[in-house]
């Protein structure tokens, strides 16, 4: 069990310990897919959804969820965030907006967890905003497609 670090030699559970780390600059980004009909699509891209603009609603909530990941995650190390970016990238042909969400920090710990935080949180909002009128959206492709910093080095999705 000694491989995975959030856990101890008799198997408890434990947040790892980074003060003894050096601070780099450390960058990671992550996507979520949300599927829809073309009907919620089309309502989205028209800002005609009751509840307000989806998308920027979606932002702000990705925004602040990075910023919530440590009181979300239980290992997670609360941290001072120094950029948090969401952007939507429509698919009209297939009904489907793909989420892309970039953390930034200096700090002795990455921001894997923060990214994957920020886009979940997006993707559900779209879902809040839009389930009166579509309940079978979908949110799938939660990953992480890219990470920079630290000891373990650049992670690029192929």
């Not at 989420?99 to 990455?110: A, C, K, L, P, Y």
């Amino acid at each position: 069990m000694s491989e995975f670090t959030h856990i101890d030699d008799k198997g408890r559970a434990r947040m790892v310990d980074v003060s003894e780390k050096t601070a780099t600059d450390r960058r990671a980004t992550a996507q979520a897919v949300v599927a829809m009909t073309a009907e919620t699509f089309e309502k989205i891209r028209n800002q005609s959804v009751k509840k307000g603009n989806v998308l920027e609603t979606a932002r702000i909530a990705g925004v602040m969820a990075a910023k919530k990941t440590a009181d979300l995650i239980p290992m997670c190390h609360p941290l001072n965030i120094t950029h948090v970016q969401v952007d939507f990238f429509p698919d009209a042909g297939q009904h489907l907006i793909r989420i892309e969400g970039s953390v930034r920090i200096v700090h002795t710990t990455g921001v894997e967890m923060e990214a994957m935080t920020a886009v979940s949180v997006a993707a559900l909002t779209i879902y809040d905003m839009c389930k009166s009128h579509d309940r079978a959206m979908s949110i799938s492709e939660i990953c992480l497609i890219s990470k920079s910093g630290g000891k373990s080095g650049t992670f690029t999705r192929s």
